[in-house]
């Protein structure tokens, strides 16, 4: 059976130092690979998505990055962090044109 | 569309009734419909789907509606229980081979005893 997998599951970070947020799947092989940001109480923004290793598509400009090293990574990052990029943050994965399936999420708070 | 910024709706029930959750969505070429459930601090979980061929599909205790001349889509939950309280969120794909998801602004489905 397939798993996607998230860390850290919360952070706490100062303004303006860098994120690194991983997220892994098993048990499948070339998943579309997807990164949202939730604030509390809202809905689900798509930030990024990934048909293929090295392949990302942005939706929103931003403070944040992504990168697909390997198949079955996904990596969201930034250079230097915003009060504004406080979250909870959602890694999902699907197949070709069918339900996506979501992590346990990170919980990232910048002071 | 997306409604990210937006206070999420809610709607209260007593244990044991029906709950119906709507979604209203405003792309008539979308052809593929997701209820999600996301309970407070975890990930979505999926529900259940149903494609634009289809005007109805039943899981286990929940039942999905799609009406694609008003472009609405709904949740029906039968006797529903304390642990049926959660966010509910549908999505939609945008268009045929689209490989994403546009998440509506979900409902706060409150159960009380």
């Known amino acids: 059976s397939q798993t996607i997998h998230q860390w850290p599951a919360t952070l706490v970070q100062p303004v303006g130092s860098p994120l690194s947020l991983e997220c892994t799947v098993e048990g499948t092989s070339n998943p579309n690979l997807y990164w949202y940001r939730q604030a509390a109480g809202r809905g689900l923004q798509l930030l990024f998505y990934?048909?293929?290793?090295?392949?990302i598509s942005s939706e929103v400009p931003q403070n944040l990055s992504a990168s697909r090293p390997q198949d079955r990574q996904f990596i969201l990052s930034s250079k230097k962090l915003l009060l504004s990029d406080s979250g909870f943050y959602l890694c999902?994965?699907?197949?070709?044109?069918?339900?996506?399936?979501f992590g346990p999420g990170t919980r990232l708070t910048v002071l | 569309g997306e409604s990210v910024g937006l206070h999420l709706p809610t709607l209260s029930v007593q244990e044991g009734d029906n709950s119906i959750i709507n979604c209203a969505y405003s792309n008539s070429a979308s052809d593929y419909f997701i209820w999600y459930k996301q309970e407070s601090g975890k990930g979505p979980q999926f529900i259940i789907d149903i494609r634009s061929n289809m005007d109805k599909r039943q899981g286990q205790r929940v039942t999905v509606l799609l009406n694609k001349t008003v472009k609405h889509l709904s949740l029906q939950i039968a006797a529903t229980q304390p642990g049926d309280s959660a966010v509910y969120f549908c999505a939609e794909t945008p268009n045929q081979g689209a490989q994403k998801l546009v998440f509506g602004q979900g409902t706060r489905l409150t159960i009380n005893p």
């Open positions: 990934s048909v293929g290793i090295g392949q």
């Open positions: 999902a994965w699907s197949r070709l044109y069918n339900e996506q399936f």
